[in-house]
């Protein structure tokens, strides 16, 4: 811990020994520091006897005390003892005789005043730290002693309020920045079938194969959204795809049917509107082979991927496909990997009506895709900073707008409030362009105790009008000087 260093000049304390007698003019106390240095306090001083007027009789005992300043608990160090030139003598003429004068045993120091040449003695003592002292004063108590029956108690002289003055911790301030309210929020769930047709055909039979399953699921999903009274249903979007056997353009016209009539399916079932809907066929699936391929363990998925990318034909590549393995290859894509790409891709898209704090703060335990940014700030500010559900809030807005600087910027802060600094500049690291991002970059690395990097960021950010910024560079500026 740094030294604490007070200079005190006290050109003081008249002690009072009788009603006739002013015994001591002064007593200073100079260059008087105080500290906790592991598990003791220390007290040092120069106590000077210049101007002292103690009658040759006399005995001064200075005893500094510490008090606590909430409790009656005190400890007395060491007393420092000042002896007219008579007692002086006395003791000392008791010391050869084996007949001692009487003293505080545990005196720090004993000196004979001397009015011709004052004295500075040095007085260093230390005691050990009670939690007590970590609030509590220092004083020095003073008694007179001269002829047996006038003892005269002098009174206490305070140094300090406060020994143990812990240096002032810095302050830093984290920014958040309030994203804006979306005018509309606009939402949109995807979502795949998989039905099954007649070969060449597009009706879509509830009673065929699998079907019943794949419909009940997507009346589930339809009709989820239906009855949620706080969205209204805009558009749908439907995508049909093939698998790649056969003829391209075939495929192509065979997907565009079937997905019109998914979507006949959608507006009659569920009374959508069918000019709401948007119907595309998009043919052969090779992307999603591709994809597939990939992460398989298929000993020719080199070979299979080589023909995607080099054979520009669509309707060339399955004659290059069922070369490879003597046939078994291709079997294996016509039994495993084409069905799944047989599908129908919808994609529901809605408005959401804003809510209340109170109602966000239900939400988004249930369904937080439904908030916007702002609204999920407004919950966040409803908890404590460095709660668990303060950070939940803006982990939540990462999850969903995983991309969106604001909701990176803002769920860094809630990281450092709770102390995970590394995870916060990982987060901002991703956005370490944005100049929004180095005040809080600057308080992350400040505590981690890279105070070089801390200034670079705050220096940056000062240098573009960021007040937060000023505030911490001048925080780190007091840090730096101690």
Same mark, same amino acid.
């Given at each position: ?115 011709? #040449? ?49 240096? %002032? ?73 093939? #698998? ?80 490879? #393995? ?5 079997? %294996? ?99 370490? #362009? ?49």
């Amino acid at each position: 811990m740094k030294k604490i260093q007070f200079i005190v000049a006290l050109s003081l304390l008249t002690f009072m020994a009788s009603a006739q007698t002013s015994y001591i003019q002064s007593v200073a106390f100079n260059n008087l520091t105080h500290q906790k240095s592991g598990n003791e306090v220390l007290v040092d001083a120069q106590i000077i006897t210049e101007g002292f007027d103690i009658r040759k009789n006399d005995m001064l005992v200075l005893t500094p005390v510490l008090y606590s300043n909430t409790s009656d608990d005190h400890i007395e160090l060491a007393p420092v003892v000042v002896l007219g030139k008579t007692r002086g003598k006395v003791i000392e003429r008791g010391k050869r005789l084996n007949n001692p004068t009487p003293l505080p045993s545990n005196a720090a120091t004993v000196v004979v005043y001397d009015k011709k #040449s004052p004295q500075a003695i040095r007085y260093s003592q230390r005691v050990p730290f009670l939690p007590w002292m970590s609030n509590a004063r220092l004083s020095v108590k003073g008694v007179v002693n001269g002829c047996a029956d006038c003892s005269q108690g002098v009174g206490d002289l305070l140094l300090s309020e406060r020994v143990i003055k812990e240096p %002032s911790q810095p302050i830093y301030k984290l920014t958040y920045i309030v994203p804006d309210a979306e005018p509309v929020k606009a939402r949109s769930d995807r979502h795949s079938a998989s039905f099954n047709y007649r070969v060449g055909r597009h009706e879509l039979l509830r009673d065929f194969q699998n079907n019943a399953a794949e419909l009940n699921r997507v009346d589930r999903v339809i009709n989820e959204v239906k009855s949620n009274k706080d969205l209204e249903i805009t558009e749908f979007t439907v995508t049909g795809y093939a #698998s790649p056997e056969g003829n391209f353009e075939s495929n192509r016209a065979l997907s565009d049917r079937r997905a019109n009539s998914f979507a006949d399916y959608l507006s009659s079932t569920h009374g959508v509107a069918r000019d709401r809907f948007r119907v595309s066929g998009l043919g052969e699936d090779w992307n999603g082979l591709k994809e597939a391929v990939e992460k398989s363990s298929l000993a020719d998925k080199n070979e299979i991927i080589r023909v995607i990318n080099n054979v520009s034909n669509p309707d060339a590549r399955d004659a290059e496909l069922k070369k490879l #393995s003597g046939g078994q290859t291709y079997r %294996s894509l016509l039994d495993i990997y084409y069905p799944p790409l047989r599908r129908t891709d919808y994609t529901i898209a809605y408005t959401v009506r804003a809510f209340s704090v109170e109602e966000a703060k239900g939400v988004i335990k249930t369904n937080p895709k439904l908030l916007s940014l702002n609204e999920m700030f407004l919950v966040a500010q409803t908890y404590a900073p460095a709660s668990s559900e303060f950070k939940e809030v803006f982990d939540i807005a990462t999850r969903l707008y995983p991309d969106e600087p604001i909701a990176i910027l803002n769920s860094a802060a809630a990281d450092i409030e709770g102390g995970n600094n590394r995870a916060a500049i990982d987060r901002l690291n991703r956005i370490e #362009s944005d100049p929004r991002a180095w005040n809080n970059l600057g308080v992350a690395y400040v505590r981690l105790g890279d105070t070089a990097k801390a200034k670079e960021y705050f220096q940056r950010a000062a240098l573009r009008g960021d007040e937060d910024a000023k505030h911490n560079l001048e925080e780190l500026g007091k840090t730096m000087e101690n």
